[in-house]
């Protein structure tokens, strides 16, 4: 099972002065189970290529399968685009602002009741999905989404789009506006989810300092096009080019860039915990083990307790 | 001088059924003139009712906020509080009211009861002072976040403060946006002397600032120069907070049992460490 994209083009508002091409000629494969950064500056055509996976931007030109669905232009199917959305889980900018109904509950609710699934069904994926987001599924059923924290709400947004339990799942800046508290929560958030829910993740952030977290590969967009697609451990050794496509580079490869000019070569350094490695390993005169070295971690806050699974939850 | 004091701040919600929700529990502070004061707090912290509380947005429960000496809770004095210290607020679409830049900006001077050609050369000083200039004739809503943050801070500008309080106007924003934003700010700053108290989640936008201030559960918990607040990086942890970047790997090193200072909070200094350990 796997996501291919082919020579795929895409023009916003086409034969008019505001004529402006998104995409050309996109070719892509995702497989199952990969964790999946994109990166680009806005303008670079990533969002428009996200909009395509679930069928929300109509199809011009190329060829779209996802898990076999299959999309080609000027094709109607009501039927195909159901499955997709049932496939592909979205997951947009501060979702929160989404949120409309009363209580968490019935939010949550609204999305697998659409998927016409039955009233018991609907009801054990709920709770199964407030619970996976870390909250506390007895305390905030029956609450107004809008009583809750900005970083509660995300995850009730989030939970409605788990609770179709969709098997690649989307997610636009996920952890944008939120305090370095709430961020490093939607980041353990989303590790488990690929785990435990959706195997298939693919983040769209321009923080590439995240990304670089838990990323296995990235894809970086340009002028419409796919300008990489490596393995996040490659992708860095191309700093000078993404400089020049106006990316920023990630803090610890600009560290350990500085201390390759310094004559101390780390390797391939992408993100803080592998500097904090890479450093132990080479200074610290043997007096930890690989093992020990391999835990090292320069994230400064643990979850052990919140995401153990019994899942407490509360950020207030 | 003083632009802004507290003493003894209090804010309460009111809530269902008589119940109020104190969101800011006794602050005692005093704002410098002309100084840069980044204001950092988790998400319910009360560092946003604060905000609102400096330019008289929010009248304290308890206790009196002044700035340049008037007081807030004085209705004869809320013109003269308002036009002193200007607000940016974290999203920039909500804060565009006009279909062209020029007008968007001339708002603010326009309610003030200003002469036209005062707010024409306002309303070119302020883009120019934004690097906004080439987009006067143009719509704020196709500009990008960072341009539309910049309109949003010459908004502000064009009534001429003496105060300006950023309440996590980056936050919304791309790196670039964010980088934009901050360049102004710290501009305005320098060059106009403008006070600026610029309210953030990025620990490492707080490290250029001369001052910063961190709340927690209503109250201020440490308050300083940057570099001595991260210092204490077992609060900021224990309270939720964090540190900045280079601090935490500088941390992690230490703990193994590398010679490494914790206390360090650039990246620069983070590399001179490691090459000394050479």
């Not at chain 1, 609204?110 to 999905?129: Q, T, W």
């Not at chain 2, 036009?83 to 909500?94: I, L, T």
């Not at chain 2, 804060?95 to 024409?120: C, S």
Request: charged share 25%.
């Amino acid at each position: 099972m796997r996501i291919e994209v082919k020579d795929l083009s895409f023009t916003y508002s086409p034969d008019t002065p505001f004529q402006k091409q998104a995409l050309s000629g996109v070719n892509l494969q995702i497989e199952e189970g990969d964790f999946l950064g994109i990166l680009g500056h806005m303008g670079s055509g990533k969002s428009t290529f996200i909009l395509h996976l679930n069928g929300l931007i109509k199809l011009q030109s190329g060829e779209i399968d996802v898990f076999d669905v299959k999309l080609v232009p000027d094709k109607k199917n009501k039927q195909d685009l159901r499955k997709l959305r049932g496939t592909v889980g979205m997951v947009f900018q501060y979702p929160e602002y989404q949120l409309f109904e009363d209580t968490v509950e019935k939010d949550v609710a609204f999305g697998p009741k659409n998927l016409g699934l039955s009233d018991a069904e609907v009801a054990s994926r709920v709770e199964r999905a407030i619970r996976l987001v870390g909250l506390d599924y007895e305390d905030v059923r029956t609450r107004a989404p809008f009583e809750l924290s900005g970083g509660q709400k995300r995850r009730v947004a989030i939970a409605g789009i788990i609770a179709m339990q969709p098997r690649v799942l989307v997610l636009d800046e996920p952890t944008a506006g939120l305090d370095p508290y709430g961020k490093e929560q939607i980041l353990e958030l989303i590790t488990k989810l690929k785990r435990e829910c959706s195997p298939t993740v693919i983040v769209i952030s321009h923080d590439v300092d995240e990304i670089t977290r838990f990323a296995d590969r990235i894809v970086v967009f340009n002028d419409g096009k796919v300008a990489f697609d490596l393995p996040m451990n490659e992708l860095f050794r191309h700093s000078e080019e993404l400089t020049a496509m106006g990316l920023e580079i990630p803090r610890a490869v600009a560290i350990a860039d500085k201390l390759r000019a310094r004559g101390i070569d780390l390797g391939d350094v992408v993100n803080a915990d592998d500097l904090v490695r890479a450093v132990v390993r080479k200074f610290g005169h043997g007096n930890m083990d690989e093992t020990a070295i391999s835990k090292l971690s320069a994230s400064q806050f643990d979850f052990s307790a919140e995401y153990g699974g019994t899942a407490a939850g509360g950020d207030r | 001088m003083a632009a802004i004091e507290l003493s003894d701040v209090h804010f309460s919600y009111p809530g269902a059924e008589g119940e109020e929700r104190e969101a800011v529990k006794g602050v005692t502070l005093s704002i410098d003139e002309g100084s840069f004061v980044a204001l950092v707090g988790h998400n319910g912290s009360g560092k946003s009712t604060l905000a609102r509380m400096l330019n008289g947005l929010f009248v304290p429960t308890r206790g009196k906020v002044t700035v340049f000496g008037a007081d807030t809770a004085d209705e004869d004095k809320i013109y003269d509080v308002r036009s002193r210290v200007g607000m940016v607020f974290q999203n920039p679409d909500n804060q565009m009211i006009a279909t062209n830049v020029a007008d968007d900006i001339a708002f603010g001077p326009e309610n003030l009861g200003i002469e036209r050609e005062e707010i024409i050369r306002r309303v070119d000083w302020a883009l120019e002072k934004v690097g906004m200039s080439a987009y006067k004739d143009g719509t704020p809503f196709k500009l990008s976040g960072g341009q539309k943050q910049r309109l949003a801070i010459a908004g502000v500008l064009a009534i001429k403060p003496r105060v300006m309080v950023l309440d996590e106007a980056t936050a919304m924003l791309d790196p670039k946006g964010r980088d934009e934003v901050m360049a102004v700010t710290r501009q305005l700053n320098r060059d106009e002397g403008m006070t600026v108290i610029h309210i953030t989640h990025y620990m490492d936008e707080a490290l250029s600032a001369d001052r910063l201030i961190v709340m927690n559960d209503g109250l201020v918990v440490a308050d300083g120069k940057p570099r001595d607040v991260f210092g204490q990086y077992g609060l900021l942890r224990q309270i939720k907070l964090g540190v900045p970047y280079a601090t935490n790997i500088a941390i992690a090193l230490h703990d193994a049992g590398l010679d490494i200072d914790p206390h360090i909070v650039g990246e620069d200094e983070l590399t001179e460490a490691i090459c000394a350990l050479k």
